[in-house]
């Protein structure tokens, strides 16, 4: 059964930083894209970043290049989204989505 489980939203100031996790299960880590999406209410789910499955290959939307990073730790089969920079229109539900699944989404809010 595949699993997907974020962890690591919050309430951080402008400018801060979060470190955003996902825990797989039931599927072969190494072979599928894993990416991370947001999603505000009112709008559609947007793509913020993905890391390949054979060789971690990382891409990013425009707007978080350079402010976050995605990673991944194969022996745990977690990958990571490290938001730096945060602004206010980063908030929304964080998913992480891999081989056809969706995780249950963390909230990141950026409010002073």
């Known amino acids: 059964q595949v699993q997907l489980v974020e962890s690591g939203g919050g309430l951080v100031q402008p400018g801060g930083s979060l470190r955003l996790s996902c825990a797989a299960s039931?599927?072969?880590?190494?072979?599928?894209?894993m990416s991370w999406y947001r999603q505000v209410p009112g709008k559609e789910r947007e793509l913020v970043a993905g890391?390949?499955?054979?060789?971690?290959?990382?891409d990013y939307a425009d707007y978080v290049r350079g402010r976050f990073t995605i990673s991944r730790d194969i022996d745990k089969n977690m990958v990571f989204l490290q938001l730096n920079s945060l602004k206010r229109e980063d908030t929304a539900v964080y998913y992480c989505?891999?081989?056809?699944?969706w995780g249950q989404g963390t909230q990141v809010t950026v409010s002073s």
């Open positions: 890391i390949s499955g054979a060789i971690g290959s990382t």
């Open positions: 039931g599927f072969d880590f190494t072979t599928y894209t």
């Open positions: 989505f891999a081989y056809g699944h």
